[in-house]
Nanobody, 126 residues
Framework: QVQLVESGGGLVQAGGSLRLSCAAS????????VGWFRQAPGTEREFVAA????????YYANSIKGRFTISRDNAKNTVYLQMNSLKPEDTAVYYC???????????????????WGQGTQVTVSS
């Protein structure tokens, strides 16, 4: 069982930055991959970025590549999403999720994940 708690969302002007945090608790966390997804009203949940807690391999959606950076602090069991050069179209609820690294399904696919946080709102004003 894994519990995830996101924080760090808020309101920011276009061009600004935010850092989201995903604090994880549970056993065997080093065996997991953690992803960030986002969902705007009326849209499907969209992959943003993912990281393997063991080894640190990272994966990004093309829409945010070069602007967002995912990282981890294994000592704190926390995954971060640094978001720079934010755009109004980045406005969404951001969720972190966890899946066993060797389990079926891609890190880029929401339905592959078994554990989800409650989400944090990010609003980018123009």
């Amino acid at each position: 069982q894994v519990q995830l708690v996101e924080s760090g969302g808020g309101l920011v002007q276009a061009g600004g930055s935010l850092r989201l945090s995903c604090a994880a608790s549970g056993r065997g966390l080093s065996n997991y991959g953690v992803g960030w997804f986002r969902q705007a009203p009326g849209t499907e949940r969209e992959f943003v970025a993912a990281i393997l807690l063991s080894g640190g391999s990272t994966y990004y959606a093309n829409s945010i590549k070069g602007r967002f950076t995912i990282s981890r602090d294994n000592a704190k069991n926390t995954v971060y999403l640094q978001m720079n050069s934010l755009k109004p179209e980045d406005t969404a609820v951001y969720y972190c999720a966890a899946k066993l690294a060797g389990s079926i399904g891609r890190l880029t696919t929401a339905r592959s994940y078994g554990y989800w946080g409650q989400g944090t709102q990010v609003t980018v004003s123009s």
